[in-house]
């Protein structure tokens, strides 16, 4: 059975950073692409970003929102992807969802909070 | 950015009778590998988001056959051809063919 489990979430001030980690298990983690995802409280979905398989160059992309600021990355020897999110705004605060594959999102995490506030 | 455009925002339906969500997006989906990725996902309330269709008319394994997904180019529709009481939340079409990939605003399922 496929799952994805975020985790690393927390109340965090303007300015410092947080790390999220997406712990996958049921599927051959490495032959995927992640993508990552989120929701403001009471409003719709975001893209965020994914990370490409190591087969396909292990390369990311990202919203215009968020690059320069957020870097996703993976550990396929540990089945987890990462999003390192640097320099966090209130706007950033939201629930994040990991999700396998770049374009058909099949499985989705539980998610994990994040509220940037002073 | 593709701007999806979902009509209606709210649609309060009978249980037993159908339901019809439209999605349009500001350009053509069509990818220069010859897919359309548009997907429909469906969130319950407190739930995450669950892929119902993808590539405009795929249903995902274990979506009952009530939900089907139809369209091309710019117009996309997801019918729900009887709505049950566990199919309220919210619908969302997104699209995956041109970064970055982009929602409908969403659809509010809700029984009458």
Known sequence: EVQLVESGGGLVQPGRS??????ASGFTFGDYAMSWFRQAPGKG????GFIRSK??????????SVKGRFTISRDDSKSIAYLQMNSLKTED????????GPRAFDYWGQGTLVTVSS | DIVMT????SSPVTLGQPASISCRSSQSLVHSDGNTYLSWLQQRPGQPPRLLIYKISNRFSGVPDR???SGAGTDFTLKISRVEAEDVGVYYCMQATQASWTFGQGTKLEIK
């Open chain 1, 45 to 48: 979905l975001e893209w965020v």
């Open chain 1, 55 to 64: 087969a396909y160059g292990g390369t990311t992309e990202y919203a215009a």
């Open chain 2, 67 to 69: 939900f089907s997904g």
């Open chain 2, 6 to 9: 979902q009509t209606p925002l």
């Open chain 1, 18 to 23: 947080l790390r999220l980690s997406c712990t």
């Open chain 1, 93 to 100: 605060t939201a629930v994040y969802y990991c999700t396998r």
